[in-house]
Nanobody, 121 residues
Framework: VQLQASGGGLVQAGGSLRLSCAASGFTFDDYAIGWFRQAPGKEREGVSCISSSDGSTYVADSVKGQFTVSRDNAKNTVYLQMNSLKPEDTAVYSC???????????????WGQGTLVTVSS
């Protein structure tokens, strides 16, 4: 089982990034995917997730209106589009797979390594 987040980098405030989470080694269509972030010195936070089946999504209040999650089951990939980025969005972003859509870490079985997003002011 492998989940690989990519697409992070350095961006100026107000800019955009699209993160990708590529999955392999399991039946991707059967799993919800969650995005989490951890800023320096802070606890990990669930920012968004998408269901396995009907495309239902959740976006945390802290990023509502900024972040959009989507998935392409044909490519075994989930995307996190991040717009209007702020310095406080700076964090390591990770993706995880689990049997149902939840913003809670305990709901996910498989985790990938993260990708660093740095937003400069």
């Amino acid at each position: 089982v492998q989940l690989q987040a990519s697409g992070g980098g350095l961006v100026q405030a107000g800019g955009s990034l699209r993160l990708s989470c590529a999955a392999s080694g399991f039946t991707f269509d059967d799993y919800a995917i969650g995005w989490f972030r951890q800023a320096p010195g802070k606890e990990r936070e669930g920012v968004s997730c998408i269901s396995s089946s009907d495309g239902s999504t959740y976006v945390a209040d802290s990023v509502k209106g900024q972040f959009t999650v989507s998935r392409d089951n044909a490519k075994n990939t989930v995307y996190l589009q991040m717009n209007s980025l702020k310095p406080e969005d700076t964090a390591v972003y990770s993706c995880a797979a689990g049997p149902s859509m939840t913003q809670l870490e305990v709901g996910y079985n498989y985790w990938g390594q993260g990708t660093l997003v740095t937003v400069s002011s």
